[in-house]
């Protein structure tokens, strides 16, 4: 895989807030020359939002509480309705939002649904056009990414990937990390949209390097999750109070936001959905086989996968990633009979 240049671009801030909202000026009127939004002028377009699930529903709201006129799509219609509430307005399918607005985000659940809403029947890419973009932000294997890429490219629009490190909440509170590769005219143009619905941006270089390097990512969190709930498990076995383990952790070197915020929920054996146990089996799935794309060993990322298809089997595929520790205590009771 080719070296890509790193780029780090922080929040920018823009000239509008009200509260700790910003502000975006969304015009109405098409423009494929709006400066980034360091220039102050922030976005010139429509914009669509296709997938509203547990991380697009609040993405697409951030943008509409921003001032961006919005239009949405979504396989359950239903999902469509808070968001028609707030102002957004709603088509009937993905090529229809792509037609109608000049910039089009994509944040679907997995690859194959990534790849259906783009370039399947009444895709994305029907309504594309020179001048127009796609955004897809959804986790997706590198080949999937060049996939829609070529396609939405070959119909002269521009295409950005930006998956995003971080779940429910940091969605919700436009918090995100947005690990961008592709046009990079494209990158600049949506910069103002991307600091609302996130702190932080990377451009990554070609098509392919924002894909894998999210999946670097959420391999080792699934990784650190699993060794975490090992922790945890054994502290209460030797008698420890677990929640004191998840203290002193916090405090160490070792410490991360993940352990002081899901911690706690784990020790009672409750796992409200962040971030859903079958779509972080889905990355370390993804990042096995690009691991072996490359010859790359991760013999850890590889028991931890198999932890997670424990966990699905006993039926918490969409219960929160902590979710895994059951698959532990399911294997305690099996080697006790």
């Given at each position: 895989m080719?070296?890509a240049s790193?780029?780090?671009?922080p929040?920018?801030?823009l000239?509008l807030r009200?509260?700790?909202?910003?502000?975006?000026?969304?015009?109405?009127?098409?423009s494929?020359?709006?400066?980034?939004?360091?220039g102050?002028?922030g976005?010139?377009?429509?914009?669509g939002?296709?997938?509203?699930?547990?991380?697009?529903?609040?993405?697409a709201?951030n943008?509409?509480k921003?001032g961006?006129?919005?239009?949405v799509?979504?396989?359950?219609?239903?999902?469509?309705?808070?968001?028609?509430?707030l102002?957004?307005k709603?088509?009937s399918?993905?090529?229809r939002v792509?037609?109608?607005?000049?910039?089009?985000?994509?944040?679907?659940?997995?690859?194959?649904?990534?790849?259906e809403?783009?370039c399947?029947?009444?895709?994305?890419?029907e309504?594309?056009?020179?001048?127009?973009?796609?955004?897809?932000?959804?986790?997706?294997d590198?080949?999937?990414?060049k996939?829609?890429?070529?396609?939405?490219?070959?119909?002269g629009?521009?295409?950005?990937?930006?998956?995003?490190s971080?779940?429910?909440?940091p969605?919700?509170?436009?918090l995100?990390i947005?690990?961008?590769?592709?046009?990079?005219?494209?990158?600049?143009?949506?910069?103002?949209?991307?600091d609302?619905?996130g702190k932080?941006r990377?451009y990554l270089?070609?098509?392919?390097?924002?894909?894998?390097m999210?999946?670097?990512?959420?391999?080792?969190m699934?990784?650190?999750?699993?060794?975490?709930?090992?922790?945890?498990?054994?502290?209460?076995?030797?008698?420890?109070d677990?929640n004191?383990v998840?203290?002193?952790?916090?405090q160490g070197?070792?410490?991360a936001?993940m352990?002081?915020?899901?911690?706690?929920?784990?020790v009672?054996?409750?796992?409200p959905?962040?971030?859903?146990?079958?779509?972080?089996?889905?990355?370390?799935?993804?990042a096995?086989?690009l691991?072996?794309?490359?010859?790359?060993?991760?013999?850890?990322?590889?028991?931890?996968?198999e932890?997670?298809?424990v966990?699905?089997?006993?039926?918490?595929?969409?219960?929160?990633?902590?979710?895994?520790?059951?698959?532990?205590?399911?294997?305690?009771?099996?080697?006790?009979?």
């Amino acid at each position: 895989m080719a070296a890509a240049s790193f780029l780090l671009s922080p929040r920018v801030t823009l000239p509008l807030r009200r509260g700790s909202r910003l502000l975006v000026s969304c015009s109405a009127s098409s423009s494929s020359s709006s400066s980034d939004a360091a220039g102050g002028m922030g976005f010139q377009g429509r914009v669509g939002f296709l997938g509203l699930g547990i991380m697009g529903a609040p993405m697409a709201s951030n943008l509409i509480k921003a001032g961006c006129d919005i239009t949405v799509w979504n396989r359950t219609k239903s999902k469509c309705d808070p968001l028609l509430s707030l102002g957004a307005k709603f088509e009937s399918s993905p090529a229809r939002v792509s037609s109608s607005c000049d910039v089009t985000f994509a944040m679907l659940a997995d690859p194959e649904s990534a790849f259906e809403v783009a370039c399947g029947a009444n895709g994305a890419a029907e309504g594309m056009a020179p001048g127009k973009g796609y955004v897809d932000v959804s986790t997706v294997d590198d080949a999937t990414s060049k996939l829609i890429g070529k396609r939405i490219t070959s119909t002269g629009a521009s295409f950005l990937e930006a998956p995003v490190s971080g779940s429910k909440k940091p969605a919700e509170d436009g918090l995100l990390i947005f690990l961008t590769a592709g046009d990079e005219s494209l990158y600049k143009r949506v910069a103002p949209l991307l600091d609302v619905m996130g702190k932080s941006r990377f451009y990554l270089g070609d098509v392919g390097n924002g894909a894998v390097m999210k999946l670097v990512v959420n391999m080792v969190m699934g990784s650190m999750m699993v060794s975490f709930a090992e922790g945890l498990l054994l502290s209460e076995k030797v008698g420890l109070d677990p929640n004191t383990v998840v203290e002193v952790i916090s405090q160490g070197a070792i410490n991360a936001p993940m352990f002081s915020l899901k911690g706690p929920s784990m020790v009672k054996a409750a796992y409200p959905t962040a971030f859903p146990l079958k779509h972080q089996q889905k990355d370390l799935r993804l990042a096995l086989a690009l691991a072996e794309s490359v010859s790359q060993p991760i013999p850890t990322a590889a028991a931890a996968n198999e932890l997670y298809k424990v966990a699905k089997s006993l039926g918490l595929a969409d219960q929160d990633f902590s979710a895994v520790i059951e698959a532990l205590k399911a294997k305690v009771q099996s080697s006790q009979h």
